[in-house]
């Protein structure tokens, strides 16, 4: 099992800048991928970013440029630098540790 732990979430006005951390604990030799998910109000979960046991990164188009994952393997912590954020970037954000693990989730608002 994979204990994850989000923070980080919180209120903040457009332009500005927030970095949210997952913290995993347990059988963390069993992960292969690190990803942030997003939920806004009302929509479905999507893809923010990945990244490998390898280092590779992947993010999603309406990030690319804004949003940084990255991974502190010493802390077995992975984080997401978000810049520039936009009312549009309000969303739960939910951490995943493949192959299936989940967190619960770090509010995030971003106000106009």
């Known amino acids: 099992q994979v204990q994850l732990v989000e923070s980080g979430g919180g209120l903040v006005q457009a332009g500005g800048s927030l970095r949210l951390s997952c913290a995993a604990s347990g059988s963390i030799f069993s992960i292969n991928v690190v990803a942030w998910y997003r939920q806004p109000p009302g929509k479905q979960r999507a893809l923010v970013a990945s990244?490998?046991?390898?280092?590779?990164?992947n993010y999603a188009d309406s990030v690319k440029g804004r949003f940084t994952i990255s991974s502190d393997n010493a802390k077995n912590t992975v984080y997401l630098q978000m810049n520039s954020l936009k009312p549009e970037d309000t969303a739960v954000y939910y951490c995943?540790?493949?192959?299936?693990?989940w967190g619960k989730g770090t509010l995030v608002t971003v106000s106009s």
């Open positions: 995943y540790a493949g192959p299936h693990y």
């Open positions: 990244i490998t046991i390898g280092g590779s990164t």
